[in-house]
């Protein structure tokens, strides 16, 4: 059902401006079983979205999507342009998405897992505008939300400067 190709058990599909690779389950070592890539010419040399399927993980990832910036070819280790991961429930921190762009992360939660009920939380890095040289020039912001928190939190916001 599946063929050998480069020491991997895989099947995979080209069309016009994607590809699909199928994997047998438990035959990759993290746990894919499906990719799809898609690409900006007909070429495919110019990838622009990478997204990838997991089964039977420790951790619970159940798709990640990459996201690339158009026009740019993927060199091995390039930091791609935002990398979004959704999680199947069960994992011990409660965690359903995990959105990471350049100056951004985004935690969505299972609120009715956590303790606490948060919902969200964002980890922000800015440029500070205050024109004083003696102040940071990055700040680094948290933001948290929660849904049927005990004590009624709606909102949690700390703002500190990065070394």
């Known amino acids: 059902r599946y063929a050998r190709e480069g020491g991997e058990v895989r099947r995979s599909r080209d069309y016009r401006r994607s590809r699909v690779e199928l994997f047998a389950e438990n035959g990759q070592r993290d746990g894919m079983v499906q990719r799809l890539s898609l690409y900006s010419d007909a070429g495919r040399t110019k990838c622009i979205r990478v997204e990838e399927f997991f089964r039977n993980r420790l951790d619970r990832l159940a798709r990640r999507v990459r996201l690339y910036k158009d ?93």
């Open 71 to 163: 026009g740019i070819q993927i060199a091995e280790g390039r930091p791609e342009a935002e990398c979004v991961e959704s999680f199947d429930p069960g994992r011990a921190d409660a965690l359903r998405r995990l959105a990471e762009r350049p100056t951004l992360r985004e935690f969505t939660f299972y609120h009715l897992a956590t303790l606490d009920g948060m919902t969200q939380r964002e980890e922000r890095l800015t440029r500070n505008r205050d024109p004083d040289p003696r102040k940071p020039a990055l700040l680094h912001k948290i933001t948290e939300t929660f849904q049927g928190h005990e004590a009624r939190l709606r909102y949690r916001s700390i703002t500190f400067p990065t070394p």
